[in-house]
């Protein structure tokens, strides 16, 4: 059964942030607000709370999953960041932006895009989202909430908390969040691409 916070969108309370990253640590899947939609996240080290998200949103291995990061820093020790990358990253972040990078030895493989090598970063605009991070100390991994058969993602924690309280150690509610999805932008030969326009708008890549 789902624990549920009501955690302030703009004023998070740290004390129950403190408590849904003990949850985290101690394997759970949770999940929380971003800038563009709710998400399902759990750590980065723990293959079984993994394997509930991946079951949870009946992914393959070939999804390309991403690492929520709280700056240039931590996303320099996951990611192979060129120049061109971290002038470009630097510039839209925080925001609605997915970038895709290849991952360094740090990023357990199992995260890694099979034949690529890659792996999703985004650094997101949404307090909360950010304050989860820095009080971890280390990357979420992180999949945006779109439950298999429906045409768009969750918005309402209490929806949500319906239909997955049994899959789910907790749901942090930060009132209503329409689903949008990220701009994802790729690195091809050290080249940024815009796979999908969402969100996002970098005016330099147009």
Do not use: W
């Amino acid at each position: 059964m789902a624990q549920f916070f009501a955690i302030h969108p703009e004023n998070p309370q740290l004390r129950l942030i403190h408590r849904a990253v003990e949850i985290i640590q101690k394997g759970g899947v949770i999940v929380y607000p971003t800038d563009v939609s709710y998400a399902l996240a759990c750590h980065i080290g723990d293959k079984q709370a993994l394997d509930n998200i991946r079951r949870i949103r009946q992914l393959d291995d070939k999804h390309d999953f991403t690492l929520i990061c709280t700056d240039l820093t931590q996303v320099s020790t996951f990611t192979k960041m060129g120049n061109n990358a971290h002038r470009l990253i630097k510039a839209l972040t925080p925001g609605p932006f997915t970038f895709i990078l290849d991952a360094t030895r740090e990023v357990p493989r199992r995260l890694q895009h099979p034949k690529k090598k890659t792996i999703g970063i985004r650094i997101p605009d949404h307090p909360v989202a950010q304050l989860l991070v820095k009080e971890l100390q280390e990357p979420l991994f992180s999949s945006t909430l779109h439950l298999p058969g429906d045409e768009e993602g969750l918005s309402d924690p209490y929806e949500i908390r319906e239909r997955l309280e049994h899959e789910l150690e907790l749901v942090i509610d930060a009132g209503i969040i329409p689903c949008e999805e990220t701009t994802i932008i790729a690195f091809s030969d050290h080249s940024p691409e815009i796979v999908r326009q969402g969100k996002g708008i970098a005016t330099m890549l147009n």
